[in-house]
């Protein structure tokens, strides 16, 4: 059975294929399919944009789709950038943009008042609409400077709670068993198995 994962990012694939490898599932993504046009991503909430990407997507394919959004919350700036990460600096921003804002944002805050936390929602859909969304939070803290060449987004600047490296310096296996996506798509996993037992899959 396919599985089409909406996004073009192929650094959320990489890890997003890692984590359900154990699925019976032909994963596919946005990027490889003619045609499929990308869902502007306008809602309120991280929640309400994984569910716009999942049922728009798999009513255009015509396939099961999992869409996830992620946004980084910090305490300091009253949980931004959340649903604006990925845009915090603009609409084609870089990640080293978005990074450079949110240094400058926080520029003077004590170490002990830079806790943040990524927080992730996958949603599933099928052809006929919504089938499940599943969230996962990985709470730590914003770093004064970039650190580590791995990952993408604020993982140079985002610590996790228990760990002395960043997103950025982790090597991918520790970070697809703590981060934000892998705990969501931990739950994922379990919805996606449920479907597949039910589909025949």
Known sequence: MQLLVATRNRHKLKEIEAILAELNFEIRCSADMAGLGDVKEDADSIRDNAIKKAVETAKAAKMLTLADDT???VDALNGEPGVKS????GDEATYHE???KLLAAMQGVPV???????????AIADANGLVDTVDGICNGAILEEERGGGGFGYDPL???DGQVKTFGELSPDVKNRISHRAKALQKAFAVLSRYLRE???
Do not use: D
């Open 71 to 73: 946004g980084l919350e």
């Open 158 to 160: 985002f610590i996790p």
């Open 86 to 89: 990925a845009r915090y600096a």
């Open 112 to 122: 002990e008042k830079r806790k943040a936390r990524f927080r992730c929602v996958s």
């Open 98 to 100: 978005n990074n450079k």
């Open 199 to 201: 589909h025949g899959g």
